[in-house]
């Protein structure tokens, strides 16, 4: 159980563009979910946290209007790149945490995005 | 402000020897510290907490606040522990957000 699933697993877009990535809980319901950046060969910078049915809490550095996140149902998460440039090219990575249970964070396999 | 540093970014071992990947956190309350993993190919998973106090797959790890260490211990590594491993830290006035340190590599060698 507690199976989290992201699509696309990588996708390529031209710069300007904006991308959208999928985060869904299968098998649970997810109150919460996060959105971290890996940057290779570096640790998880978390980007966001995204509760259900409210407003995205970004982290201190991280543009809420670059990154949007919409947060709709308790099983999916979107975070959308938009007006994407070759620096946002990244790893992202989403967590879920299971309704009533608070320490533990399921992650999804992670999206690879390349913006040429 | 809450740090999780791991001091080492590679650490490679022979199979059956002891492994210690070292952890240091700074924060002022009292946090929750975990260990993940992520083998090759797969996805970040938990492998412990401290608050369980429980051994994984051979793995221990022991909160010492007194110097601010959650080092990750296992006596007789084996070839299939080869993988990253972060070491993360929940304050407790954070909600359920995760500082993760920089992560460890480790290599078990035949």
């Known amino acids: 159980g507690a199976v989290v699933s992201q699509h696309p697993s990588r996708v390529i877009c031209k710069s300007g563009t904006s991308v959208k990535i999928e985060c869904r809980s299968l098998?649970?319901?997810?109150?919460?979910m996060f959105w971290y950046r890996q940057f290779p060969k570096q640790s998880l910078m978390l980007m966001a946290t995204?509760?259900?049915?409210?407003?995205?809490?970004?982290e201190q550095g991280v543009e809420k209007d670059k990154f949007l996140i919409n947060h709709a149902s308790l099983t999916l998460s979107t975070l959308t790149v938009t007006s994407a440039h070759p620096e946002d090219s990244s790893f992202y990575i989403c967590?879920?945490?299971?309704?009533?249970?608070?320490?533990?964070?399921?992650f999804g396999p992670g999206t690879r995005l390349t913006v040429l | 402000a809450q740090r999780v540093t791991q001091p080492e970014k590679l650490l490679s071992v022979f199979k059956g020897a002891p492994v210690e990947l070292k952890c240091n956190y700074s924060?002022?309350?009292?946090?929750?510290l975990f260990w993940y993993v992520q083998y090759s190919r797969q996805r970040l998973q938990l492998l412990l907490r401290?608050?369980s106090r429980e051994s994984i797959k051979g793995f221990t790890a022991d909160l010492n606040k007194g110097e601010t260490s959650f080092h990750l211990k296992k006596p007789f590594a084996q070839e299939e522990d080869s993988a990253m491993y972060y070491c993360?830290?929940?304050?407790?006035?954070?909600?359920?957000?995760?500082?993760f340190g920089g992560g460890t590599r480790l290599m078990v060698k035949p």
């Open positions: 967590s879920a945490t299971l309704a009533g249970v608070t320490d533990t964070q399921y």
């Open positions: 995204s509760n259900e049915g409210s407003k995205a809490t970004y």
């Open positions: 993360a830290l929940r304050g407790n006035n954070a909600g359920n957000m995760l500082t």
């Open positions: 924060y002022s309350g009292s946090p929750e």
């Open positions: 098998d649970f319901q997810a109150t919460t």
């Open positions: 401290h608050i």
